[in-house]
């Protein structure tokens, strides 16, 4: 549903439904959006609280440091599901598709770092902080930069992304919303 078809369906409430409805968001929606993100970081506090006092086993993480210290002991990211113990907190660093991640979401991170509509604030692309012991071989296309969010890319620049190859149209930060396969003003399968 798009907002002008929202818009349309609210015009065509009748008087009481629409005073409800507004009543509803005025009221009790705002007020849940207004305390989502302490709920969320109450949540957060409490989930550690337990881990560190070891009632609750803790995600598989590093932080920035130890992954600059030792790249290859930075474990991979597991998908925690619906398992609160297992989400990832604020500044826990992990790996996921050959790059390194730190979680910048202040709740409880379930998401996939790098996936469609995983933005800097949910996951943060730190590869280029940690130095990989070992350069990462790029099959698809010498030259061709893996495609990640947050990465500043020049026209020209030729980006891989799910083995395809594709060149950059125009200077601009990528986005996990924009993948070159979708955001056809932006890259151009090559």
């Known amino acids: 549903m798009t907002i002008q078809d929202l818009k349309q369906t609210i015009i065509s409430l009748n008087e009481q439904d629409f005073f409800d409805l507004f009543g509803w968001v005025c009221g009790d929606e705002y007020d849940r959006r207004k305390a989502a993100p302490a709920v969320e970081k109450a949540q957060a506090d409490l989930v550690t609280e337990l881990q560190d006092a070891g009632k609750l086993e803790k995600p598989k993480a590093v932080t920035v440091e130890e992954a600059i210290a030792a790249p290859g002991k930075v474990p991979a990211w597991e998908n925690p599901l619906t398992d609160h113990s297992k989400m990832y907190g604020l500044t826990n660093v992990i790996t996921h598709n050959g790059r390194f991640w ?3 979401h202040p709740g409880l991170n379930s998401w996939e770092p790098g996936a469609h509509g995983v933005d800097g604030y949910i996951w943060r692309d730190i590869t280029h902080q940690v130095h990989p012991t070992a350069p990462e071989e790029n099959t698809a296309s010498p030259g061709a930069i893996p495609f990640a969010p947050e990465l500043p890319v020049e026209e020209g620049n030729l980006i891989e992304y799910e083995g395809v190859v594709y060149k950059v149209l125009s200077a601009h930060v ?12 932006l890259f151009e399968r090559v």
Not at 174 to 185: D, L, R
């Open 174 to 185: 990528t986005k996990s919303y924009w993948p070159p396969n979708e955001a056809t003003s």
């Open 102 to 104: 730190e979680s910048t």
